[in-house]
């Protein structure tokens, strides 16, 4: 007889009962449940060999100062433009203690870390979701649902409340950490190109090989909540797990497997290139693409009305740069404040020099307002980045010139109505 395989849908690894909650296997090892929203939204389930509460009593205590950059003080940014230097001096310590927080709003952060020092710790954020971006470094991250491998270009995901720790492979290490604190970050789609751009669900790459440890000692976990840091000890390693079930869980996305939307004849806005959206935020990855043929292919000078912009410099020639900023770097720019190409990318489009491809990565995060920035950014700023525009107050080609408003009215009546070139043949008779 034909032997069929059937499979529940809902992802499991290692040894579950045949349905949470149920089951003579509960009788024997340990069921836990990591629920969001109130136990109504999305849910796992992880089998533990001893009891996740089994905590020494008297070994739990506050830890204050534990991550002073992280908490560095807020403040309105006001209306310049920043750019942060290279990964910051300090603080530097392990992932967690050498955490730096550059910008905030009320329900999404965005932090910078340069892990020297291994974790002699595990973590678990209580307040937020966090999206981790590897601009430099490799290693494994270690979670209750199995190990993650991750190197330079990946972003990880550690869910809100899981039990971790990274483990740093040699070489230096540089991080950009995004916190969501309202919800978990959800795949942006528009509705006319579907679910496959600009990546697919099945680029994200979940852990599927469980290490659980049946060890006993001393496990601290610090745990984060607001600006709490609290520990606890425990007598058998965390990751005890035998087996995991549910869709709340860590995962890796690669920058690569962004395939990034383009077009011909306009220019894509940085809406275009959504990969996840949360609340009160949107994370945007401008990656190695074809330039636009025709049309604009620098950006247009905007005001972004509702955000402050965040961009992480990862890769390559920044087109919008105009060589002013370098890998690593990460520019601020304030809700409402104009910015755009700076002068030598506009050159460049003007004098039609088409590189053919834009090779570079950022990551952009855009902060509904109101955002406030911390002392610590500021403390990074540096102080030359508004003169980054300095070629449009000093460059004759884009200077005051008294016959400005005729040159233009003579070029608009050439111009205004001229089409592109890639488009459909016109039909005799038709303007
Ligand atoms: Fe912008």
Known sequence: MEKYEYFSGTPEVGIVPRAPHAGPL?????????????????????????????????????????????????????????????????????????????????????????????????????????????????????????????????????????????????????????ESFAGDPEKSEAPTTGQFITHSRSDYRFPR????????????????????????????HPFDVIGWRGEYLPYKFAVEDVRPLVADRSHVPPSGHTIFKLPGCYLCVFTVRSVEKEGMWVPFFHKNLDYLETLGYHFGDFFSGGGVVGAGMVSLHPVGLPHGPKPRSLQAF???????????????????????VSELALGLSRPDYMSAWSGYTTDPRFTYAPGRLAEVRALGERLADARDTLRPPEDEGRA
Do not use: C
């Open 350 to 372: 003007m004098d039609g020099a088409n590189a053919g491809v834009h090779q570079e990565v950022g990551i952009m995060a855009d902060f509904a307002n109101p955002t406030r």
């Open 26 to 178: 509960l009788r024997h090892v340990y069921e836990q449940e990591h629920g969001r929203g109130g136990f109504a939204g999305k849910v796992s389930h992880t089998y533990h060999l001893y009891p996740p509460t089994n905590w020494l009593p008297g070994e739990g205590r506050h830890l204050p100062q534990w991550a002073p950059g992280w908490e560095s003080p807020l403040r309105p940014i006001g209306g310049l433009h920043h750019v942060l230097g290279v990964a910051p001096a300090e603080p530097a310590g392990d992932v967690y203690r050498g955490m730096g927080r550059l910008v905030a709003n009320a329900t999404a952060a965005m932090n910078v870390t340069v892990p020297r020092a291994p974790m002699d710790y595990f973590f678990e954020h209580h307040g937020a979701t966090m999206v981790f971006f590897v601009h430099e470094g490799r290693g494994t991250l270690e979670t209750t649902f199995g190990p993650i491998e991750y190197r330079k270009g990946d972003f990880l995901i550690v869910p809100k409340g899981v039990t971790h720790r990274f483990e740093l492979a040699p070489g230096p290490h540089y991080y950009w950490m995004y």
């Open 209 to 236: 090989s469980l290490d659980t440890r049946n060890e006993s000692g001393r496990f601290e976990i610090v745990s984060k909540v607001d600006g709490v840091y609290t520990r606890r000890v425990h007598p058998t």
